[in-house]
């Protein structure tokens, strides 16, 4: 079975400063998403990875993944209170099922 | 185009009730999924459907059961409700977009078994 790791947990970060969000998986993947859970919402799609080396951004989140690691990162720059949701990471395994990390809760503190 | 639609939004059972979560698609998703998420923590794979008329378990099919008669139709079954399966219920349904493939979620479905 898949395992999806992310950490940290919980993360409370002041506006305007940096973060990084980290994902390891157990198995090989090429095929990362990153997602949004604003509370008592459904998710939000954010970014879809598909290669080794890939990065790609969107406002102040960037993604990357290394496939080599088994890793995919969340960048978060100048953090706005906006920001604050749970991002969770998911693998999709050859089956075509996903595996989702248990999620990082941000708060961003003004 | 509603993409993935789940109802009911809220529910309350009592334990050994059963009950249906319905999904429904419009976006021709062949892949459909039925997760679960506890508070706090991540989502759970119950039960995933290539296509009508296949079905596969997930991480955790039991108490569950699910059925794929049409494309658009991706029903999640509770046969005998236990506290256990108090949970929020996400349907997903896959696509290809311009990204790549993309798993699209409902809104999902708060269940409370007491």
């Known amino acids: 079975e898949l395992k999806v790791e992310q950490n940290p947990l919980f993360l409370s970060m002041q506006e305007g400063k940096n973060y990084t969000i980290y994902c390891n998986y157990s198995?090989?993947?090429?095929?990362l998403y990153w997602y949004r859970q604003d509370p008592g919402k459904s998710l939000e799609s954010l970014f879809v990875l598909l290669s080794n080396g890939a990065v790609k951004q969107e406002g102040r989140l960037m993604a990357s993944l290394d496939t080599k690691a088994r890793l995919s990162t969340l960048h978060i720059t100048a953090a706005v209170h906006d920001l604050s949701a749970t991002y969770f990471c998911?693998?999709?395994?050859?089956?075509?099922?996903?595996?989702f990390g248990t999620g990082t809760s941000l708060t961003v503190i003004p | 185009n509603a993409g993935v639609t789940q109802t009911p939004k809220f529910r309350i059972l009592k334990i050994g009730q059963s009950m249906t979560l319905q999904c429904t698609q419009d976006m021709n998703h062949n892949y459909m999924y039925w997760y679960r998420q506890d508070p706090g923590m991540g989502l759970k794979l119950i039960y995933y459907?290539?296509?009508?008329?296949?079905?596969d378990k997930g991480e955790v099919p039991n108490g569950y059961n699910v059925s794929r008669s049409t494309t658009e139709d991706f029903p999640l079954r509770l046969e005998l409700a236990a506290p256990s399966q108090t949970s929020v219920y996400f349907c997903?349904?896959?696509?290809?977009?311009?990204?790549?493939?993309?798993?699209?979620f409902g809104q999902g479905t708060r269940l409370t078994v007491v």
């Open positions: 198995t090989t993947s090429d095929r």
């Open positions: 459907s290539v296509g009508a008329g296949i079905t």
């Open positions: 998911a693998v999709r395994n050859t089956g075509n099922q996903f595996y």
């Open positions: 997903a349904g896959v696509t290809r977009t311009g990204g790549g493939t993309e798993a699209f």
